[in-house]
Nanobody, 128 residues
Framework: QVQLVESGGGLVQAGGSLRLSCVAS????????MGWFRQAPGKERDFVAS????????YYTDSVKGRFTISRDNAKSTVYLQMNSLKPEDTADYYC?????????????????????WGQGTQVTVSS
């Protein structure tokens, strides 16, 4: 399986921005579609965004559309999540995940069970 390490989390005021990074190793990165999920305390892990192997297709949960952007650099084996206009409700641990199967357009890869590998997470706290 591919190993994933996230970074870039932190404390930011509402309206601010953060960019999360997730570096992959151990396998050919371009063989994997990637996703970002988040989990707030006491809640389930929720889908945030996903991106196809080539980067040509992206999917977002409704609450982050227009604010967050997922991208990838296959030469650097890295997937990014640019988060703008952050809100207190974006506070959570953010996880990147890899899946060997393509992202189906009808689901956007929104189910955590569809992913094969997970990072350890990075904490994002948005203060009001």
């Amino acid at each position: 399986q591919v190993q994933l390490v996230e970074s870039g989390g932190g404390l930011v005021q509402a309206g601010g921005s953060l960019r999360l990074s997730c570096v992959a190793s151990g396998r050919t990165f371009s063989d994997y579609a990637m996703g970002w999920f988040r989990q707030a305390p006491g809640k389930e892990r929720d889908f945030v965004a996903s991106i196809s192997r080539s980067g040509g297709n992206t999917y977002y949960t409704d609450s982050v559309k227009g604010r967050f952007t997922i991208s990838r650099d296959n030469a650097k084996s890295t997937v990014y999540l640019q988060m703008n206009s952050l809100k207190p409700e974006d506070t959570a641990d953010y996880y990147c995940a890899a899946r060997s199967r393509p992202v189906p357009s009808y689901t956007g890869g929104s189910s955590p069970g569809e992913y094969d590998s997970w990072g350890q997470g990075t904490q994002v706290t948005v203060s009001s």
